[in-house]
């Protein structure tokens, strides 16, 4: 039992800039990996940045050198800093994790979602 809640998204300009936070709650769970994918519509969902429990990051090549992920272990938190938005960039992010239980590891943890549009 691992609730991921996105927060921060919402309406920008052009060349603007969020920061999306996640935070996961539950019990008896640890944070394997951690991820941020975005859903256009029409679209697949794809991979935004990822980043380990180590600080290990990797980045579609969309946002590299405009969005940094970063994590907070004793608030089990994780960031996606994202500056100089893209109307392109604009979609619903949701937040993913891997959680280690107490039985097992599983991937199939996702947040409700924060739109991020990014309009004149």
């Known amino acids: 039992q691992v609730q991921l809640v996105e927060s921060g998204g919402g309406l920008v300009q052009p060349g603007g800039s969020l920061r999306l936070s996640c935070a996961a709650s539950?019990?008896?769970?640890?944070?394997?990996?951690m991820g941020w994918y975005r859903q256009a519509p029409g679209k697949q969902r794809e991979l935004v940045a990822g980043?380990?429990?180590?600080?290990?990051?990797n980045y579609a090549e969309s946002v590299k050198g405009r969005s940094t992920i970063s994590r907070d272990n004793t608030k089990n938190t994780m960031y996606l800093q994202m500056n100089s938005l893209k109307p392109e960039d604009t979609a619903v992010y949701y937040c993913?994790?891997?959680?280690?239980?107490?039985?097992?590891?599983?991937?199939?943890?996702w947040g409700q979602g924060t739109q991020v549009t990014v309009s004149s």
């Open positions: 539950g019990s008896a769970f640890s944070i394997v990996n």
């Open positions: 980043i380990t429990t180590a600080g290990s990051r």
């Open positions: 993913h994790a891997c959680a280690k239980t107490v039985a097992t590891t599983r991937c199939d943890y």
